[in-house]
């Protein structure tokens, strides 16, 4: 019985803890006979998880800002690729950035690389890890530099990209978030 009868909160308090412990003195002396079972059982469960999500396919995702990006909207396009991957994880810039402009062009839009207002970006960075794996981001991005009212910013028609961690390198990661980006344009063109 608790002890003060007419405190209805203190009532419900001591009824709580009677509860907490008159059940962890039940399952105490189950958990420290199966302690080392349990633990084996949950360092396996978390290596597991661990090891699915190493393999999980790397998520692309896209988007389109605005419908209205039809080629002659544009003035010349400018493909640039910023390279911050170390340790031999990404090896691939000039087929990536010859894709990404072969691509541009088949959709309708010029390339130039003198004086263009409008960059398509790919910024990739990556690491290596000590078991030989590749991780990093990818970066995908339309963008033209703009100054409103002394305010200077990138006006962002497209952005994608994604995270990515790969056994060998980043290349076939970097060309499926490209892939997945032009998928969306060529989607808000029709």
Not at 13 to 21: A, N
Request: glycine share 6%; net charge negative; proline share 3%.
């Amino acid at each position: 019985m608790p002890k003060y009868i007419y405190a209805p909160h203190t009532f419900v308090k001591d009824g709580i803890f009677y509860f907490i412990r008159h059940l962890f003195r039940r399952t105490i002396s189950y958990l420290t006979t199966v302690h080392s079972f349990g633990f084996k059982l949950l360092r396996s469960a978390f290596f597991l998880i661990v090891l699915a999500f190493s393999f999980l396919p790397n998520t692309a995702s896209a988007i389109v800002w605005s419908k209205n990006v039809e080629p002659v909207n544009f003035d010349p396009i400018r493909v640039i690729v910023d390279d911050n991957a170390i340790d031999g994880c990404w090896t691939n810039l000039g087929e990536s950035q010859i894709y990404s402009e072969d691509k541009l062009k088949n959709l309708g839009y010029e390339i130039s690389d003198e004086n263009s207002q409008w960059t398509f970006m790919i910024f990739v960075s990556a690491k290596r890890l000590n078991n030989g794996q590749c991780y990093g981001s990818v970066d995908i991005s339309l963008v033209r530099p703009e100054n409103i009212g002394g305010l200077n910013g990138l006006f962002e028609v497209m952005a994608g990209g994604g995270n990515f961690i790969s056994n060998s390198n980043a290349n076939i990661s970097v060309l499926n978030f490209l892939d997945s980006a032009f998928r969306e344009l060529e989607d808000a063109l029709l």
